[in-house]
């Protein structure tokens, strides 16, 4: 099965910084990548799709990249909001898996 | 809207059976375009993907769990439900049931499942 690992696995940011979190697979699974946000107590919630296409509702500071073993996860300016935690997953295989997940905390 | 809502036991004892079922309104669960499925996070940790029905009836479970998951749909109530068998302390975890196409787009909120004697 296909392995999924993140990093950083924290990041400590303030308002208004540029971050990205990367997230790489064990074996190449094309752009059938999401990113997800969770916050405290609440279930995740679809960020990106496809690797790179932003989910409706979100916002544009958001942005994905990346295809086949590496992809990144960039937030254009950071807003008190996006204090949160980010995961990965894979849909490759009908055997999905999702990364460890890297918390954004305020420096 | 759609609304998924899990349902069942909050504590389960050791070398027993977990059952969850999951409520589905506002959209019915016998479409072809989708997939039901559970996804489990344990306190503190990441998100873990267990297993997916499809429309089809074709399953799909984690091979770290598979011999103990089962997955499975009954459209005359417009529900799914998950059975995890043989627990212990390392199944506890919030239980999430989900709805995707390819990604998840619709979440449970979520119920937390403790296993302990």
């Known amino acids: 099965d296909i392995q999924m690992t993140q990093s950083p696995s924290t990041l400590s940011a303030s308002v208004g910084d540029r971050v990205t979190i990367t997230c790489r697979a064990s074996?190449?699974?094309?752009?059938?990548l999401a990113w997800y946000q969770q916050k405290p107590g609440k279930a995740p919630k679809l960020l990106i799709y496809?690797?790179?296409s932003l989910e409706s509702g979100v916002p544009s500071r958001f942005s994905g990249s990346g295809s086949g073993t590496e992809f990144t996860l960039t937030i254009s300016s950071l807003q008190p909001d996006d204090f949160a935690t980010y995961y990965c997953?894979?849909?490759?295989?009908?055997?999905?898996?999702f990364g460890p997940g890297t918390k954004v905390d305020i420096k | 809207q759609l609304q998924l809502q899990e349902s069942g036991p909050g504590l389960v004892k050791p070398s027993e059976t977990l059952s969850l079922t999951c409520t589905v309104s506002?959209?019915?669960?016998?479409?072809?375009?989708?997939?039901w499925g559970w996804i489990r996070q344990p306190p503190g940790k990441g998100l873990e993907w267990i297993g997916s029905?499809?429309?089809?009836?074709?399953?799909y479970y984690n091979p770290s769990l598979k011999s103990r998951v089962t997955i499975s749909v009954d459209t005359s109530k417009n529900q799914f439900s998950l059975k995890l068998s043989s627990v212990t302390a390392a199944d506890t975890a919030v239980y999430y049931c989900?709805?995707?196409?390819?990604?998840?787009?619709?979440w449970g909120q979520g119920t937390l499942v403790t296993v302990s004697s």
């Open positions: 029905i499809y429309y089809s009836g074709s399953t």
């Open positions: 496809k690797a790179s």
């Open positions: 997953q894979q849909y490759n295989s009908y055997s999905f898996t």
């Open positions: 506002g959209g019915s669960i016998s479409s072809s375009s989708y997939y």
């Open positions: 074996q190449s699974i094309s752009s059938w």
């Open positions: 989900a709805r995707g196409t390819t990604v998840v787009n619709y």
